[in-house]
């Protein structure tokens, strides 16, 4: 069969979509089989598809028509429509203009549960876009079963029609030797032993409450400097709420943290820190747990349900809590290398060739049930 994915988002770094998008279509490249992929790009020369799989009948199409949800509702069905895919895969909006299968993923529903993260314009397109994007949709996918619960509440979907797909954490991320961290922190500025936190920096990521739990933490006797990575994103300023000056010398600001550098962060880390407000999987606390590095993560969303026993749950908006449980792992060695052991046993669960072989067959169910290429 013929699949056409939307891969436009990986293009930009930092940012959870591209991740998934970058890391699902290697895997599925990968993935033994006949299939053919259309890649529909916003660059088809950037250097992300120069670096995929070699694989026959992959084809990189370069969708440059139109911007943003122009490009999403019309352009994007006009090149589906061409290329004669069997069923097209999505995040959030099914485009126009084609009537083939359409898988879609909504990843979350962080508009409506954490508007303040999102800006006007987005929350009022998603607000539209989604609900009819998910009726229209063969199949809806998303990337835990507490988004599944929420996403079939919200809109009614059929049980039939959807299904809760985990993320994986890249084969690179995996406790690595001491030497090697040290030199990449080096470059970095930075030696081993913070706090680490890692997110889209936004209102979601709760990065108030975490800076005063890390004073709360540095009240009280010598602290490790708390480490914070990751794109700013809308509204970081007011999400701050002036603790950033407050904070001093003892938080340091990464920015946009290299992804082969990312390893040497986690390993690096006494502990890391993700007290999201919401969730629709957590990436980060993933990828830390699969380096060995104890996690404290919220109580909430789906935190929980990829965490499990092996981190410590908080509730994300008492700053004691944080602080508290931060606190314990760094003055017990003995249950922050349990929960090391215990994360790395429970990241392994999840893959992104698991995230491949499961969507994959989503593809070919949808594509099975819709109608034939020539048709198309």
Known sequence: ?????????????????????????????????????????????????????????????????????ARLLWTLGAAARAHQVDALHVQYGAPLGYRGPVIVTVHDLGFLHVPDAFPLWERLALGRLVPWSVGRAAHVITDSAYSLRDIRARYGVPAARASAIGLGAAPHFRPRPAAEVRATLARHGLEPGFVFS???????????????????LAARGPAPPLVVGGKPDYGLPGALGGAEASAGGRVRWTGLIPDEDLPAFYAGARCFVYPSLFEGFGLPALEAMACGTPVVAADRSALPELVGDAGLLVDPERVDAIAEAVGRVLADPGLATTLGRRGLERSRAYSWSRTAAATLAVYREAAGAGPARSSA
């Open 1 to 69: 069969m013929r699949f056409g994915i939307d891969a436009h988002g990986a293009e930009r770094l930092g940012e959870g979509n591209a991740t998934y998008t970058r890391n699902l279509l290697a895997a599925l490249l990968a993935a033994p089989g006949a299939d053919e992929f259309v890649v529909f790009a916003g660059d088809a020369g950037h250097p992300f598809y120069r670096s995929l799989p070699s694989r026959p009948g992959l084809r990189v199409v370069g969708v440059r028509q139109g911007r943003g949800l």
């Open 198 to 216: 890692l997110g889209r920096l936004n209102r979601r990521k709760n990065l108030e409450r975490l800076l005063a739990a890390h004073r709360a």
